[in-house]
């Protein structure tokens, strides 16, 4: 699954060029307006589909979008893997906060040093909190991930020594965003662990999620944003799969998520306390996300039930192509682009009602 690209390395004499490229990196400008102490040099993620900017492109699964209609809005309409019409949330805020327009995957082959230096994502569709949940769809679960991010903090090494590297790890934003393919897919829909109730399963996640947390802080990981499940009753998939012949939000999904989330905010409290340095901050998609699919002209939609693509109740992955899924004549107006993700413009509505109560937490 690993590529091959060479990576090149400043030597010690030129540091001070290294250093420079880190600060002078791209001619993105920040939009929203950090503290001035803040330095924020890279944004890593970590998770699922959501975060997900093409690495399973480079993985044998099912759970893949490197085709259109994915993509449209993107950069010149390239379907790049990203589930999504456009970009989604690490590229939103690495543009927020001025790094750069967009974060490749970590198995892009077109990677190279600046890029490794102001983030990459080594997040893969289809995985979760559960170890079983990549299993069932052949992706990269987190502890691989952990396993990669071991490479890259090698790779970042080579390129600008010990001491700078330590500082990019310890100041840059990481995101961990999973949670949704455990419940969605695991517990509810393949019923892959049928010896757990809903609550033993959600400790099981919260345990998970805290323990991969952890696991990042020893790696020198201060600046975390750890996002809640979703409301994920209320994708359109699922209220075709679980929401009766109306397709109402499937509640007892709904629950669950709000179960596991009202269990990953305190042991994120207890990180807190009790590892030293460490900022991990929870980020509650639940609710505003709920909000814009209740109230969807609040926020400029038109469409909160259905995709963009094709009949917007089902088609996810493979079964939205240009083959056989049409597109809706205006993508902007759908809060979801398939039956599983939001739309481009729904991530930009969420970073903005998002990033500014968390920032100030990272100071």
């Known amino acids: ?42 944004v890593i993620a970590f ?37 999504c019409d456009g970009r989604v949330p690490v590229d939103l805020l690495a543009e927020e906060f001025g790094i750069k327009l967009n974060v490749p995957a970590y198995f892009d082959s077109k990677l190279n040093s600046k890029d490794l230096l102001t983030g990459v994502s080594f997040a893969s569709g289809g995985s979760g909190y559960d ?14 991930q952990l396993t990669y991010f071991e490479e890259y903090i090698e790779k970042v090494k080579n390129i600008v020594g010990e001491e700078r590297k330590d500082f990019i790890i310890a100041n840059s934003l990481f995101l961990v965003v999973a949670g949704s393919d455990d419940i969605a897919n695991t517990y509810y829909t393949l019923r892959a662990r049928p010896q757990y109730d809903v609550d033993s399963y959600t400790t099981l996640m919260s345990d998970s999620a805290s323990a ?21 009753g209320c994708v359109p998939s699922q209220r075709t799969l679980g929401g009766g012949i109306l397709r109402d939000c499937a509640d007892t ?31 509650n998609i639940y609710d505003p996300l709920l909000d814009i699919i209740q109230n969807p002209a609040n926020y400029g939609f038109k469409v909160a039930n259905k995709g963009c693509c094709g009949t917007g109740a089902i088609e996810v992955a493979v079964l939205c192509n240009k083959i056989t899924s049409s597109v809706c004549p205006d993508v902007s107006s759908h809060v979801f682009w398939d039956s599983y993700h ?22």
């Open 131 to 144: 170890p079983i949940t990549p299993k069932l769809v052949t992706v990269i679960s987190l502890e691989e």
């Open 212 to 232: 991969f947390v952890a696991k990042l802080y020893g790696y020198g990981v201060r600046r975390l944003a750890v996002f809640s499940a979703p409301p994920i």
């Open 253 to 283: 999904y709904n629950e669950a998520a709000k179960l596991f989330n009202s269990k990953l905010s305190p042991k994120l409290d207890m990180l807190r306390k009790t590892l030293p340095g460490i900022k991990p901050i929870y980020i």
């Open 47 to 83: 998770g699922d589909s959501i975060v997900d900017t093409g690495m399973n492109n480079y993985v044998k699964t099912v759970v893949k979008c490197d085709f259109q209609p994915y993509g449209i809005n993107f950069q010149g309409g390239v379907a790049t893997g990203r589930f």
């Open 1 to 42: 699954m690993k590529n091959n690209t060479s990576w090149s390395c400043c030597s010690w004499s030129s540091w001070k060029l290294c250093l420079l490229s880190v600060l002078i990196l791209t001619d993105t400008i920040a939009a929203v307006k950090l503290p001035p102490n803040l330095i924020i040099p890279a």
């Open 342 to 363: 939001p739309t481009e413009h729904t991530y930009k509505v969420l970073v903005s009602l998002l990033i500014n109560k968390f920032i100030d937490q990272f100071v």
